[in-house]
């Protein structure tokens, strides 16, 4: 239950747009949505709590990628560990994970990768979506 902190404020039964939440938010926790994608761009903190990471898998939840490769932020797989990786963040906003996180945020937000990035959205549309051959020009 949250009652009794002042700070948090249940929001379950709002209907409010996850962009404007995860601008709000000061650090993040996250489970198996791709939403941290999202809040790479304002360079704060991530935490993941995943207490059911192998029934996940197991379940064929499906990734896109490795789950464990695109981490950038404590995996916390028991509430003790929340704790203790918020107590972290609240001492200093989880610094260790800064380059891990700029990293995986430059992969694909980088300037430099866009217009790959572009082109191979694009593709996946109309070979997947539209059924068309490449028409990409230049």
């Not at 704060?44 to 990471?53: K, S, V």
């Amino acid at each position: 239950s949250i009652e009794g902190y002042s700070n948090i404020i249940d929001i379950t039964s709002d209907s409010i747009d996850t962009q404007v939440l995860l601008y709000q938010a000061d650090v993040l926790m996250t489970d198996y949505s791709g939403c941290y994608y999202d809040y790479l761009l304002l360079d704060r903190p991530i935490i993941y709590y995943a207490y059911d990471l192998e029934e996940y898998l197991r379940k064929q939840r499906n990734m896109y990628f490795n789950y464990m490769d695109h981490i950038v932020g404590p995996l916390c797989k028991q509430k003790e560990e929340v704790e203790v990786s918020l107590n972290k963040y609240f001492a200093n906003g989880l610094k260790d994970f800064d380059q891990k996180r700029n990293s995986l945020r430059d992969k694909y937000y980088s300037v430099d990768n866009q217009k790959e990035v572009r082109e191979k959205i694009y593709l996946f549309i109309k070979s997947k979506i539209f059924k068309e051959e490449n028409i990409w020009k230049e």
